[in-house]
């Protein structure tokens, strides 16, 4: 059974960086989709971005782009998130999910597994 645990969030100024990490086990990622999503209070999740763990190619929600990066390393089993420029807006439980299925639209439904999430805020 994949099991995910997320790491890395924390406080933090505005215009600072965290990087979360999402660790994997019982399953590589090497064949997945690895998604970052978040949730602030009163409002629904929403998909930060994802990477193909199998060719690579990573998208972006258009208000972190420029800003949030997103890598893979499958010989630590473990997806990243670097966030950068970090605004107000961005604050949240950020969690990582992995999809079997191709995708356009990230979707919270095409993921099947899921951690439980770290905290991001920011705050001056």
């Known amino acids: 059974q994949l099991q995910l645990v997320e790491s890395g969030g924390g406080l933090v100024q505005p215009g600072g960086s965290l990087r979360l990490s999402c660790a994997a086990s019982g399953s590589t990622l090497d064949n997945y989709i690895v998604g970052w999503f978040r949730q602030a209070p009163g409002k629904e999740r929403e998909g930060v971005s994802y990477?193909?763990?199998?060719?690579?190619?990573?998208n972006y929600q258009d208000s972190v782009k420029g800003r949030f990066t997103i890598s893979g390393d499958n010989a630590k089993n473990t997806v990243y998130l670097q966030m950068n420029s970090l605004k107000f807006e961005d604050a949240g439980v950020y969690y990582c999910?992995?999809?079997?299925?191709?995708?356009?639209?990230?979707?919270?439904?095409?993921?099947?597994?899921w951690g439980q999430g770290t905290q991001v805020t920011v705050s001056s």
């Open positions: 999910a992995v999809s079997a299925f191709q995708m356009t639209t990230m979707t919270p439904e095409l993921f099947g597994y």
């Open positions: 990477i193909n763990m199998i060719d690579g190619r990573t």
